[in-house]
């Protein structure tokens, strides 16, 4: 990629969105092995990953500004449009089954080598996490964020959902989410450089249609925590522990 494009330079960023010419398409290097901030990040085999989710201009007819973030889950592509019925399109991985969403957001904040804090449902489940629980799990390598966080908000509600990096870019072209937006961690660094707060985000409906609203799955069922009661009732009777509580607000943390 040409490094004129990579930085905070806005000229370079506007000019990277606007321009359809910008050399994005058919380069192995676009996904070398990269040094970022001290860490290496992996090269991607890229005979290994379907040319469709690989990082291209592309015919994009669309009304919306140059600029503008569309998210696609049916194709599992995201199009930066960049003017002129053109876009600069990337693979992404979507929500799995039970955890899509559609709506509109604005990137309120980006972030380089993101911290995460696993959930403590999830921690419950593994407990190899135990160690982030409250404190999180430093930027790296391994970190199920990847490289760069593009932090969401819809009318100035967070409800957990991110574009980020991911380790693991074999999972591109799938829904293997816990509904965030995942990109191949070169592709979501260059994202990053492409775009800056307030950028808006829309995420087309399953079937590939403008959203009408938020529509986000609906709160999981929680599981209550047992209570112990005094008893000499020797009838065995189910555990407290599979009472169901319904969570009050869908907030779905990020993968």
């Known amino acids: 990629m040409d490094p004129s494009l990579m930085g905070t330079n806005p000229a370079a960023q506007s000019a990277a969105m606007t321009d359809p010419n910008v050399p994005v398409d058919g380069d192995v290097a676009h996904y070398a092995a990269v040094e970022d901030e001290g860490k290496v990040v992996p090269a991607i085999p890229v005979a290994e990953v379907p040319a469709d989710y690989q990082r291209q201009v592309v015919d994009y007819p669309t009304d919306k500004p140059a600029g503008t973030i569309i998210i696609d889950p049916s194709t599992k592509h995201l199009y930066l449009v960049a003017g002129a019925n053109k876009a600069l399109r990337y693979g992404i991985s979507v929500g799995r089954a039970g955890f899509g969403w559609s709506g509109e957001a604005d990137i309120v904040g980006r972030t380089t080598w993101p911290k995460w804090t696993p959930p403590h449902e999830m921690i419950d489940r593994r407990p190899e996490l135990e160690k982030y629980r409250d404190v999180g799990q430093p930027g790296g390598l391994t970190n199920p964020l990847g490289a760069r966080a593009l932090y969401l908000k819809t ?27 995942r990109m191949m961690n070169q592709d979501v660094m260059d994202l990053y450089t492409r775009v800056a707060d307030g950028t808006h985000v829309i995420v087309l409906t399953d079937d590939g249609q403008f959203p009408t609203g938020l529509h986000v799955p609906p709160p999981a069922p929680k599981k ?14 189910e555990p407290a522990s599979d009472a169901i509580v319904e969570m009050p607000i869908p907030v779905h943390h990020p993968d």
């Open 155 to 181: 009318d100035g509600v967070d409800y957990g959902y991110r574009i980020h990096g991911t380790p693991e870019w074999e999972t591109i072209g799938h829904n293997a989410s816990s509904g965030c937006i």
């Open 224 to 237: 209550a925590k047992p209570v112990a009661v005094a008893s000499t009732d020797t009838t065995t009777t």
